[in-house]
């Protein structure tokens, strides 16, 4: 919150970037009553750094080994789930999936991604909804079992993992993403001349190798493009937000 309000406050001169999620741009003006800043109004877009599958994870052991069994089990007794935070990406897409499947389940928020795993492996928790930069590690060496994934189609990283989408859930479709943005008075030939030197270091040999290992999904896309991304996000998360009741004070 103070760094969007520092940039949104700072110069339009393309010296002051935002880097900026799914919180900051989308999710913010519907958890909080009052905000300091006007993502609407104060920032525009840049460029795109990528997308974040989101998995459905639980212990190799757990009695659930695919995700209509997790859902069917839910009926009798609600599992919990862990999540890096309140209100991430992590916790209103799995609110979400409640939403658009019937599963029933229990948030319970930890401070990061890693802690929540490891409180799975422990055997503390029994479920976790994690990104793909942290979770495919432990996706890949079978230290936990993917019930599912929330992208569209298959992740190439975990081919053997379906999609709600695939599993008759249309709409259950959420992952986490990033980018970056400036003040919105930024002069348009600042923001194009930033736009392609970005797009050009996303597109590196050195960044490409490592978007790879992390599951990320990348898109070049233009200002634009960018803030067509954006306010589509808007249009589905924030009724949805207001709707299920979760706001944070502040």
Not at 7 to 13: L, Y
Not at 99 to 118: D, I, K, N
Not at 142 to 169: C, D, I, K, S, W
Request: hydrophobic content about 45%.
């Amino acid at each position: 919150m103070v760094a969007s309000e520092l940039v949104a406050r700072a110069p339009a001169d393309g010296y002051t970037w935002m880097h900026v999620d799914n919180g900051i741009l989308t999710y913010n003006p519907a958890l909080y009553a009052r905000l300091p800043y006007n993502p609407d109004t104060d920032f525009t877009g840049v460029g795109f750094i990528g997308r974040f599958p989101l998995y459905i994870v639980v212990r190799p052991d757990s009695p659930w080994a695919d995700f209509a069994a997790f859902n069917a089990a839910s009926r009798t007794r609600a599992p919990n789930y862990g999540t890096p935070a309140v209100a991430s990406p992590h916790h209103l897409a799995m609110e979400m999936v409640k939403r658009r499947t019937g599963l029933a389940a229990e948030h319970v928020p930890f401070r990061g991604g890693p802690a929540a795993m490891q409180e799975l492996l422990a055997g503390n928790i029994e479920c976790v909804v994690i990104d793909t930069a942290t979770g495919l590690p432990f996706i890949r060496d079978g230290r936990v079992r993917a019930l599912a994934v929330m992208n569209e189609a298959r992740a190439p990283e975990a081919p053997n993992v379906p999609t709600l989408r695939e599993l008759g859930f249309a709409e259950a479709v959420a992952y986490g993403w990033q980018g970056m943005s400036v003040p919105r008075a930024t002069p348009a030939a600042v923001i194009e001349r930033l736009s392609r030197e970005m797009i050009t270091a996303m597109q590196s040999p050195e960044l490409q190798q490592r978007l790879g290992l992390l599951g990320i999904e990348y898109r070049p896309w233009s200002p634009a493009e960018f803030n067509a991304f954006v306010e589509a996000e808007n249009r589905v998360w924030r009724p949805l937000i207001r709707e299920l009741g979760i706001r944070i004070e502040g």
